[in-house]
């Protein structure tokens, strides 16, 4: 089984529909084998999304995923990386896929209620940096 990574952001955990959003992912066939509840420290944010250090919206991302505690998770299954991208839907919830996750429960293009990795090797990355 492959696996990848995912967090479910503040906007998400704020209006506490992290439920919500295991259950499209669960019933997506994906599992979720690991998760936890943190608070990300601004340190952690910056060296997690350092790939964007010199992006514009850098320091916006920063306050934004160190605003309210995220779900950081492992999830398992087929495939893993592609299915869960295609399950979270389009970055800008206006051009996400009905039934993905981004077009129902994203406010806005930096609100948009989860993360997930780009690729197997990213995937890894990302996991070791959380767990």
């Known amino acids: ?43 952690q944010a910056e060296k997690f999304y ?5 992006r514009p919206f850098f320091r916006d991302l920063i306050e934004y995923m160190t605003s309210e505690p995220v779900i950081v998770q492992i999830l398992s299954g087929d495939n893993c990386v592609e299915r869960y991208r295609a399950i979270m839907g389009a970055t800008n919830p206006e051009n996400a896929e009905n039934g993905t996750i981004r077009k ?28």
């Open 50 to 54: 350092s790939v964007h250090k010199e």
């Open 104 to 131: 129902l429960f994203a406010l806005n293009v930096q609100e948009n209620s989860v993360h997930g990795s780009d690729s197997t090797e990213n995937a890894k990355i990302e996991i070791d940096f959380f767990f």
């Open 1 to 43: 089984m492959d696996q990848t990574f995912s967090i479910i952001k503040p906007d998400a955990t704020k209006r506490n529909i992290t439920g919500s959003i295991n259950k499209v992912i669960e019933e997506s066939g994906l599992r979720i084998i690991a998760q936890k509840r943190i608070k990300l420290t601004t340190n």
